[in-house]
């Protein structure tokens, strides 16, 4: 019987070929741990935060049937307001609908909100100064606390990770971005975590791309090998 599964993330888990190797994430998913049979539903979205993520898995599993869910979560930075379906901002990529939802999102600390005049003005009060900026990382590992309790409720089989270490971000852009806290939040309930991410793994092995913040798929699929171990999806 064929497996549905459900991938949340940002644009490190988006569908997309980099270096010619591995066609796409969601293949590499499929070489390494799923197989060819499986259905891959992927909701990722590039610049997205916790919110979205959230949102799009409330949305998808309450209408739809899966087998397992894989989130690997994004920045703490990011911050995600929901918006009208027909809202747009002429000038801003990130007003992103996917599934049943739209949402204005901010990319991070340093995201593509800076270069808007309109999102400049919603989102600066989320970045202004320490304690905004700190409430911002409260709202999204809360964000992140509700998909893990929802999918325990829902009794759906499911891993997680954050693309990146939140306590100890391998590089500067990722921290600029992203941002960190002082220790692995309380709140969240690891049972299914994956003890281990992609951006500090490709950052060991020479796997980031010029950005040093995105991984090249042939480094990145090494990182799904080394986890493979702690998925349960069957």
Excluded at 74 to 94: E, K, N, Q, V, W
Excluded at 152 to 167: A, G, L, P, R, V
Aim: proline letters at 3%; hydrophobic letters at 30%; aromatic letters at 14%.
């Amino acid at each position: 019987m064929t497996k549905k599964i459900l991938f949340l993330g940002c644009s490190n888990l988006a569908t997309g070929n980099d270096d010619g190797q591995n066609p796409n994430k969601e293949q590499i998913w499929k070489d390494v741990v799923f197989g060819e049979d499986a259905e891959i539903v992927n909701l990722s979205w590039a610049g997205v935060g916790n919110q979205f993520i959230l949102g799009n898995c409330v949305d998808y599993v309450s209408n739809n049937k899966v087998d397992y869910v894989y989130a690997q979560f994004t920045g703490l930075a990011r911050f995600d307001i929901p918006a009208h379906d027909t809202y747009s901002i002429s000038d801003y990529d990130y007003c992103i609908k996917t599934y049943k939802r739209r949402y204005l999102c901010s990319g991070g600390k340093e995201g593509s909100w800076l270069g808007s005049d309109r999102t400049n003005e919603i989102f600066m009060p989320c970045y202004f100064n320490v304690e905004e900026y700190q409430h911002v990382a409260k709202e999204s590992i809360q964000s992140v606390a509700s998909t893990l309790w929802f999918l325990k409720q829902k009794n759906i089989s499911h891993n997680w990770t954050f693309f990146y270490d939140i306590t100890n971000p391998a590089t500067p852009q990722v921290e600029n971005y992203d941002g960190h806290v002082e220790k692995f939040p309380d709140l969240l309930d690891t049972t299914h975590w994956i003890n281990s991410d992609p951006h500090s793994y490709c950052a060991k092995h020479n796997g980031l791309k010029d950005d040093k913040c995105h991984f090249h798929d042939s480094v990145y699929r090494d990182w799904v090998m080394s986890i493979k171990d702690q998925i349960t999806w069957q």
